[in-house]
């Protein structure tokens, strides 16, 4: 394969996944990872892409870049539904009690799927400040739905400020589905925006129980703003496993790891 050839399959895999490494990319194409590495500063001179440890990501995924959510609800379509089919599947059918579902593409995609994943009449009350979310929902009979105002971000579609945090901070939901925009060993849960991120910390100090639902391409990704700890989750729900330092991360904060 040539140079060019492999250069233009790893400027689509960026497109499509948002990270790419360099041991990864040494492997598929059967070249040794200094190979790899010539290309990857070679799409960096271009303004292709960006170095990061171990290989590189988007130009687009600085600190505190945001896709916008068309496009984020088209990126990794199957994992995500993958992972929401198998966190609603931690409620159980006989679930009965509250529900948190925080803003952003993949919690969304956890409520499309929690109609099926409940019987009817189970008196479930589902809470939640992410307008994509609530439009999934409503009109739903088999659960009640709350929704929790402010100020409406449009690039997550959700509600942010002082009065959702506060509101948010009155209730103790029975589980909470939270994403995220990086997960790392080092740096734990972040995400771009401020405001983002204080609603998720009180949406995670408030829960009972915290499922984090993240696809493998928030894996070693650190934005601008931590908005948890490793050790405040209970379980992570992914759609691969996560690398070793990772990995050893989340077990030591007695994380339970799903795959989907």
């Known amino acids: ?3 060019m050839e492999r250069q233009q399959l790893i400027e689509r895999e960026l497109r499509e996944v948002g990270r790419v490494s360099v041991i990864d ?3 598929r194409f059967d070249v040794t990872t200094e190979t790899v590495r010539r290309d990857l500063d070679r799409l960096e001179g271009t303004g292709s892409l960006r170095r990061v440890h171990g290989g590189a990501v988007g130009i687009d995924r600085a600190s505190t870049a945001e896709s916008s959510l068309t496009e984020r609800r088209e990126r990794r379509g199957d994992a995500k539904r993958a992972i929401a089919a198998e966190a609603a599947g931690l409620l159980g059918a006989d679930f009965r009690g509250s529900i948190f579902l925080d803003g952003g593409t993949t919690p969304a995609a ?3 799927m929690l109609p099926a994943a409940l019987d009817a009449g189970s008196g479930v009350e589902v809470v939640t400040h992410s307008l994509e979310a609530a439009h999934l929902l409503a009109g739903e009979e088999r659960l009640s739905l709350t929704t929790i105002g402010g ?3 449009g690039v ?6 002082a009065h959702t945090v506060r509101t948010i901070g009155q ?3 029975d ?4 994403g995220t925009n990086g997960l790392s060993a080092g740096f734990g849960l972040s995400t771009p925006d401020p405001d983002e991120a204080a609603v998720k910390t009180a949406i995670i100090q408030s829960a009972r129980r915290v499922v984090l639902v993240a696809d493998a391409a928030k894996f070693g990704e650190e934005l601008l703003v931590r908005f948890a700890r490793l050790d405040e989750i209970d379980v992570l729900v992914t759609d691969a496993a996560p690398p070793a330092p990772l990995a050893e991360a989340l077990a ?3 994380v339970e790891v799903r795959v989907a």
């Open 1 to 3: 394969m040539y140079a």
């Open 25 to 27: 990319l040494a492997r």
């Open 110 to 112: 956890v409520a499309a």
């Open 151 to 153: 100020r409406v971000r």
């Open 156 to 161: 997550t579609a959700a509600a942010v400020g």
């Open 171 to 173: 209730l103790r939901p």
């Open 175 to 178: 589980i909470a589905f939270v």
């Open 252 to 254: 030591d904060a007695d």
